[in-house]
């Protein structure tokens, strides 16, 4: 494996920047990717960038939109690992696709894997490590004598305005639960 073809970003710079500063961020490291994958497909069109992706996807390829999707969540507090893999897998993916026989390929095939490895310089993974329970669209944990139940902000906001859940199988009062941290969890990028 060769080294990683875009430059490493400084922990400590991007641990400074705030959300405008951490959006224009992602947008140079995506140009830069987007630059990078021109060098062996002159045509390849420039990627729009959203920051409205939700749940435990951290990006998106969305072919349709002309562009790509990242999650804001996920990448406020994963900065370093979001630029630097994230932003390419995503760009391998956008450049596959563009290519000839692209529609073919399969999404983290050999075309990809490719990419990722020989234009990169990374380790093709499928998957991230990032804790995605605040990304989550239920990101609320309730808890009752038998198990933990996951709330929307919609209804968490009821709850803490006064609105009781019971469990449907032990009848207890559900109970917020505040964020403790335990293990990752393992997602698709």
Not at 3 to 23: K, N, R
Not at 80 to 89: A, Q
Not at 125 to 151: I, K, L, N, W
Request: proline fraction near 7%.
């Amino acid at each position: 494996m060769k080294q990683p073809a875009l430059p490493d970003p400084d922990h400590v710079w991007l641990a400074s920047l705030d959300e405008a500063a951490l959006h224009e961020a992602l947008l140079g490291r995506v140009a830069a990717a987007w630059q990078l994958c021109r060098d062996y497909h002159p045509e390849l069109p420039r990627p729009r960038v959203w920051l409205d992706l939700r749940g435990r996807c951290a990006g998106q390829a969305h072919y349709g939109r002309g562009g790509l999707r990242f999650n804001p969540v996920l990448y406020r507090e994963n900065r370093y690992p979001f630029l630097t893999e994230v932003v390419p897998h995503e760009m391998a993916h956008w450049l596959v696709r563009h290519l000839s026989d692209g529609h073919r390929a399969r999404p983290h095939g050999r075309e990809w894997r490719t990419v990722m490895e020989r234009l990169f310089g990374l380790e093709p993974r499928v998957t991230h490590v990032f804790d995605t329970r605040r990304a989550s669209p239920m990101p609320y944990r309730y808890h009752c004598g038998c198990q933990e139940h996951f709330f929307t902000s919609r209804r968490h906001s009821l709850a803490r305005n006064g609105r009781r859940y019971r469990c449907l199988s032990c009848a207890q009062t559900l109970v917020y639960q505040s964020f403790v941290e335990h293990g990752k969890h393992t997602t698709n990028v």
